[in-house]
C-alpha cells in the first residue's frame, strides 16, 4: 500500500461547518409558520382596529406591518401550542363576561358608597405555566376587570404583580390569588400545551 493511500484525506472548514450545521426540515418550518400565524393574524385585526375600518387596503398593509414588526424588532418568540379545547375557550369566556360584569358593579358601588374605600393591596401570584403566552392572556384578562390590574411581571419566575381593591384581611389576599390561578387553569385547558395542562391538573390533584 503506497503513502498517498495512508494519507487522510483533508476536509475543509467549510464542508466540516457545513456537516455540523442542523437540518430542519420542510415539516419544522411548516410547524414554526403555523405557530406564529395566530400572532400575525392578531396584529392584522389590531392594526384594522386601531385605523377604525376593515378594508383589503388596511389588511394588506396591516399584514405588511406585523411582518416588519416580528421580523425587525426583536421579540421572545411566542410559543403557541396549536391546541384549541372549544369547551373550555366557551368555558373561559362566559366567566370572564361574568366577572368583568359583577366587577364593575361592585366598583360603581364602591365608588358611590360615601364610607370609605376598602384596603387596596399589592399581591405577587406564583404562575403554574411556563408559557410567555398564557401567562400573557391572565395578566390581560385580570387586568379587564375592573378593580384589578397588573402592575408588574417576573417574565423569568413566572410570578404576576397585582393591584387589587376590597382585600382588607388576609383571606381577601388569598382568595384573590387563588382566583388568579383558577384564570390560568381556564386558559390552559382553552389553549395550553400538554405540558402545561399536566402541570396544572397536578397541582390541583395534590391540593
Do not use: C
Request: aromatic residues 10%; glycine residues 4%; hydrophobic residues 50%.
Amino acid at each position: 500500500m503506497s503513502a498517498a493511500e495512508n494519507t487522510p484525506t483533508p476536509t475543509s472548514p467549510a464542508s466540516g461547518a457545513r456537516a455540523s450545521e442542523p437540518t430542519v426540515s420542510r415539516s419544522e418550518v411548516r410547524g414554526r409558520v403555523w405557530q406564529q400565524l395566530p400572532l400575525l393574524l392578531g396584529l392584522v385585526v389590531l392594526w384594522a382596529v386601531l385605523w377604525g375600518q376593515f378594508s383589503w387596503l388596511n389588511v394588506l398593509t396591516g399584514f405588511l406591518v406585523a411582518i416588519l414588526v416580528t421580523r425587525v424588532l426583536y421579540l421572545p418568540p411566542a410559543d403557541i401550542s396549536g391546541r384549541l379545547n372549544l369547551w373550555y375557550s366557551f368555558v373561559f369566556l362566559a366567566y370572564f363576561i361574568a366577572d368583568v360584569t359583577l366587577a364593575s358593579f361592585t366598583v360603581a358601588f364602591q365608588a358611590l358608597n360615601p364610607r370609605p374605600i376598602p384596603t387596596s393591596s399589592v399581591i405577587a401570584v406564583q404562575l403554574r405555566t411556563r408559557s410567555d403566552f398564557v401567562m400573557t392572556l391572565d395578566a390581560i384578562a385580570m387586568s379587564l376587570v375592573p378593580g384589578s390590574i397588573v402592575i408588574e411581571v417576573d417574565r423569568e419566575r413566572a410570578i404576576l404583580y397585582f393591584h387589587t381593591f376590597g382585600t382588607t384581611t388576609a383571606a381577601d389576599v388569598e382568595k384573590m390569588r387563588a382566583h388568579v390561578l383558577v384564570v390560568e387553569a381556564r386558559i390552559v385547558r382553552a389553549i395550553g400545551s400538554s405540558d402545561d395542562l399536566a402541570r396544572i391538573n397536578e397541582t390541583e390533584a395534590t391540593r
